[in-house]
């Protein structure tokens, strides 16, 4: 389970600066699936298909 810290006095969620939620798909150690030239690595994926490729 992911906790989300609610921000202070002054602070924002990435969400509210930049439009969307983050989307956590597993550890630290699976960053390495976004790495250039792996599947992860495209920006033109949707949150849904994200989670679908890294489930997969």
Not at 26 to 44: M, V
Request: charged share 25%.
């Amino acid at each position: 389970m992911t906790r989300r810290r609610t921000p202070g006095a002054g602070e924002q969620h990435v969400s509210e600066i930049l439009g969307f939620d983050a989307v956590v798909i597993g550890s630290l150690a699976k960053t390495r699936e976004f790495d250039l030239g792996q599947p992860l690595a495209r920006g033109n994926l949707t949150a849904a298909d994200l989670r679908k490729l890294a489930d997969g």
